[in-house]
């Protein structure tokens, strides 16, 4: 195998980093609410350029009279910083198109060192890629409705997932003694239900949080529940227990309650498979990697109390937002790779019981 920093594993790792760094970008364009800031796709105002004055956005909006009208309404412009973000946002998206193609023929043509699930992977990396592109298009085409925007950051933690997934099945091949790959795969699969249930959840959580963060026309959920302490947090409304007679109220406490429930399950589960390993005599890789993902979720609870806490009458915390989002994705994708990365060990008896 090759060594040091020529090891192909590495392109897939550089390529989560830039998934992360698309993801950040995305979220900088919810904290300027500038999601509408180029009203077309591919191009922006009908340029491919972000340096749009007002006088030529008003022009744009003059010359296109079927385009779905800005939520803010007619005759409202956007600052260059504000177009910026969406317009790099796109731009990062195209480049990253490059080297991903590059990723799917190098596996393809690395297979018979690395395995057809590497070469697949990376194949589907490619065409997540595409239908994330589309996804976006959607959130254009839809003025930032609240489902597009779930199915956009959905679609991206996935992407990311599957791109480190690849990279950890290449270090697998490539010999790394990682402690999940030293547990029996019998343990694994015992567990593999559970592990299946926290990714799956935190992915839900994920999406609930991503439609409360939406702005679009009618929602602002995120600000449903009132904001400061205790109004706004621990209660909404004043109340732990609040009258849902609003689409956000009733988002809002669902997610609340989502993220309270998961995290019990998580350190609840990450305890139980502690108590398992240690029966077993197994590694202790599986519960440390939950309890990795129990704590990123506790943590990113605390900041989304926070953004509520800290809200005043002049906004909410933004950079607390930005936090809560990249809190959350990390979350999501440690708990897919987790589940997935049990995949990568062979199907064989042993290990302890489940429970």
Known sequence: MTAGWRRPSLLPLGLVAVAVIIIVAGGTIRILDAGESCPDWPKCFGTWTFDVSEQEQLQWWEDNPEATEDTRGAGYTYTTLEIFSEWVHRLLVGLVAVPILINALWMHRLRK???????????LAGVLLVLQAGVGALTVIYDNRDWTVALHLCMATIWTSTLLHQYIAMRKVEGVPWG?????GGFLARHRARTDAFAASVLVLLALGAWVSS???GAQYN???SIGFPDGWPACRGQLLP???HTGVLVQMVHRMGALVVGLLLVLGGARIRTASRAAGEPMALHRAVDITAGLWMANLLVGAGYIVFADADGFPEGLSLLHLVLGVTAAVVAISVTMMSRLVSPVDGGGESE
């Open 215 to 217: 702005t679009a026309p």
């Open 113 to 123: 060192t690395y395995g057809t699930r590497v070469r697949n992977t990376a194949a």
């Open 223 to 225: 600000q449903a529940c």
């Open 243 to 245: 009258t849902v007679d």
């Open 180 to 184: 999940m790959f030293s547990t029996s």
